[in-house]
């Protein structure tokens, strides 16, 4: 059983829209939840963190995170086309050092 | 000087041939990691160090073999590789502190082809 989903897509909006991500994971205990973008040929690069329920912003990115639903996700508003690339869930646990990613949903804003 | 360096970037070597990746982080942190990226899989854990300290081998085969001789510095040494090892190979480094990781940092990765 995977440890934390998320859809593949491509996740298609036109320019200017708000973009919706989401990633659901298996139940543990005290999580740490991480967004990261990776461009096609690139490295994965941390957008945002979020480490208790509720809302988070920065800029155009919120991070929600739903530890009862067991979900995190992540909304872009004013999508622009440089915002296309495949976005990274990943999630840690409380007395680990591990961080266990999903495989990613790939976004694509229309110009 | 980015956060964290990875060397080579590129790398083509055969299957009999003995190469060694190497990762270098400035940010302070505690914990060291490798990443392994094949298309269409999600990142998979290779190995973690803490404090020097080996923390984690996610059953990785033995032609792998990580060295950390400080918690600045990870080395990947690699041999006898099989073509299905071609990905990109990516170095990451957090703090580890009070039982909880911090935010992971990626180097910008080592793409290996393996002929």
Same mark, same amino acid.
């Given at each position: 059983?995977?440890?934390?989903?998320?859809?593949?897509?491509?996740?298609?909006?036109?320019?200017?829209? =708000?973009?919706? *991500?989401?990633?659901?994971?298996?139940?543990?205990?005290?999580?740490?939840?991480?967004?990261?973008?990776?461009?096609?040929?690139?490295?994965?690069?941390? =957008?945002?963190? =979020?480490?208790?329920?509720?809302?988070?912003?920065?800029?155009?990115?919120?991070?929600?995170?739903?530890?009862?639903?067991?979900?995190?996700?992540?909304?872009?508003?004013?999508?622009?086309?440089?915002?296309?690339?495949?976005? *990274?869930?990943?999630?840690?646990?409380?007395?680990?050092?591990?961080?266990?990613?999903?495989?990613?949903?790939? *976004?694509?804003?229309?110009? | 000087?980015?956060?964290?360096?990875?060397? %080579?970037?590129?790398?083509?070597?055969?299957?009999?041939?003995?190469?060694?990746?190497?990762?270098?982080?400035?940010?302070?942190?505690?914990?060291?990691?490798?990443?392994?990226?094949?298309?269409?899989? %999600?990142?998979?854990?290779?190995?973690?160090?803490?404090?020097?300290?080996?923390?984690?081998?996610?059953?990785?085969?033995?032609?792998?073999?990580?060295?950390? %001789?400080?918690?600045?510095?990870?080395?990947?040494?690699?041999?006898?590789?099989?073509?299905?090892?071609?990905?990109?190979?990516?170095?990451?480094?957090?703090?580890?502190?009070?039982?909880?990781?911090?935010?992971?940092?990626?180097?910008?990765?080592?793409?290996?082809?393996?002929?």
């Amino acid at each position: 059983q995977k440890e934390v989903e998320q859809n593949s897509g491509p996740l298609s909006v036109p320019e200017g829209a =708000i973009a919706s *991500l989401n990633c659901t994971y298996s139940d543990r205990v005290s999580q740490s939840f991480f967004w990261y973008r990776q461009y096609s040929g690139k490295s994965p690069e941390l =957008i945002m963190s =979020i480490y208790s329920n509720g809302d988070k912003e920065d800029g155009r990115f919120t991070a929600q995170l739903n530890k009862a639903s067991q979900y995190v996700s992540l909304l872009i508003r004013d999508s622009q086309p440089s915002d296309s690339a495949t976005y *990274l869930c990943a999630v840690s646990w409380s007395g680990t050092y591990k961080y266990i990613f999903g495989t990613g949903t790939r *976004l694509k804003v229309l110009a | 000087e980015t956060g964290v360096t990875q060397t %080579p970037r590129h790398l083509v070597m055969g299957m009999t041939n003995k190469k060694s990746l190497k990762c270098e982080q400035h940010l302070g942190h505690n914990a060291m990691y490798w990443y392994k990226q094949s298309a269409k899989k %999600p990142l998979e854990l290779m190995f973690v160090y803490n404090f020097k300290e080996q923390t984690e081998n996610n059953s990785v085969p033995s032609r792998f073999s990580p060295e950390c %001789p400080n918690s600045s510095h990870l080395f990947l040494h690699l041999h006898t590789l099989q073509p299905e090892d071609s990905a990109l190979y990516l170095c990451a480094s957090s703090h580890f502190k009070g039982g909880n990781t911090g935010e992971l940092f990626f180097g910008e990765g080592s793409r290996l082809t393996v002929l």
